[in-house]
C-alpha cells in the first residue's frame, strides 16, 4: 500500500487554503446575517444625506480643514522653535525646550482648547485672541500638537550628518545660516511622513473645537453630525461626517506610505 505524504510546500499551502476558507465563510456568514435593511434604515437614509450635503461640505468639512491647517501651521512653526531650543548649547534654553514638551505631551489637546479659550481671558482681562474661535482652535490644538513635532523634528535634524554642519562652517557660514540652509531643508525632508501623520491627528482633534462654543457658520464635522443627529432623531448624519473625516484622511495615509516608500529608497 503506498503511503501518501505532503511536502513542505504542499503543507504549507494546504494550511494557507483551510486559512482563506475559514475567512472567507466568516465574512458570508456576516453578510447574510446582517439586517442590512434595518440597518440602511437607522444610519444610511438617502434622503437626510441628499437634505444635509451642502452644508456639511461648504461649512462643516471646510471649518474642519481649515481648523486643521491652521493648528498645524502654528504647530509647526512653534514646534521648530522648541526643537532649536532643546538643541541649543545654552542650557536654560534646553531646559524650557524640555518642560515645555514634557508638559504639553502629558496632557489632552480638550484640557488646553479649554485652558486657552477661558483662562486667558481670565488672567488677562479684556484680552481676546485674535481670529476668535478659530484663532483659539489654532493655538490651542497647535500648542500640544508643537510638542510632538518638536521631537519629530528635532530627531530629523539630528538624522543629518554632522559632516553637512562642518563642511557648511568650513565655507564660512555661521552657525544659524548653517543651520538654516543646510541642515534643516534636509531635516525636513526626512520628516515629512511623521509630519503628515500629524496632520491626520489633528484633522480629528479637529472635533475637540465643540468646547469653545462654535456657532452655526464656524461648525465643524463633529458637532454638525451630532446637532444634526439629535434634530432628524437619526444617526445618518453623524454616519456622514464620519465619511467626511474619511475622505481627507484616507489620501493623507497613502500620502504617508507614498513618501516613506520613497525615503526608504532614497537612503
Not at 481649515?66 to 512653526?77: D, E, K, P, R
Not at 548649547?89 to 489632552?108: M, N, S
Not at 462654543?213 to 458637532?223: C, D
Amino acid at each position: 500500500m503506498a503511503s501518501f505524504t505532503l511536502t513542505r510546500t504542499q503543507r504549507r499551502r494546504t494550511s494557507l487554503g483551510i486559512q482563506y476558507a475559514i475567512f472567507v465563510v466568516i465574512v458570508l456568514a456576516l453578510l447574510f446575517s446582517a439586517n442590512w435593511k434595518q440597518l440602511a434604515d437607522s444610519f444610511f437614509r438617502l434622503d437626510i444625506a441628499a437634505r444635509l450635503f451642502p452644508q456639511i461640505i461648504t461649512v462643516a468639512l471646510v471649518n474642519t480643514a481649515l481648523f486643521t491647517v491652521l493648528a498645524f501651521v502654528f504647530g509647526l512653526t512653534l514646534g521648530l522653535l522648541i526643537a532649536l531650543m532643546r538643541l541649543s548649547p545654552v542650557a536654560p534654553y534646553r531646559w524650557v525646550g524640555t518642560v515645555y514638551v514634557e508638559i504639553f505631551r502629558g496632557l489632552p489637546a480638550l484640557l488646553w482648547l479649554f485652558m486657552v479659550a477661558y483662562a486667558i481671558p481670565t488672567a488677562f482681562p479684556g484680552y481676546q485672541i485674535a481670529g476668535g474661535v478659530y484663532g483659539n482652535v489654532a493655538i490651542g490644538l497647535g500648542m500640544p500638537a508643537a510638542a510632538y513635532m518638536s521631537e519629530t523634528i528635532r530627531a530629523g535634524i539630528q538624522a543629518v550628518p554632522k559632516g553637512q554642519t562642518e563642511a557648511a562652517r568650513s565655507l564660512g557660514m555661521s552657525g544659524p545660516r548653517a543651520m538654516f540652509s543646510i541642515v534643516l531643508p534636509q531635516a525636513f525632508r526626512i520628516v515629512i511622513p511623521p509630519l503628515t501623520n500629524e496632520i491626520i491627528l489633528l484633522v480629528k482633534d479637529s472635533s475637540l473645537a465643540y468646547v469653545l462654543g462654535v456657532t452655526a457658520s464656524s461648525i465643524e464635522l463633529t458637532k454638525f453630525g451630532s446637532d444634526q443627529t439629535n434634530a432628524n432623531v437619526n444617526p445618518t448624519p453623524l454616519v456622514i461626517a464620519g465619511l467626511c473625516y474619511l475622505i481627507i484622511c484616507l489620501p493623507l495615509s497613502q500620502l504617508v506610505q507614498r513618501l516613506e516608500r520613497r525615503y526608504q529608497k532614497a537612503r
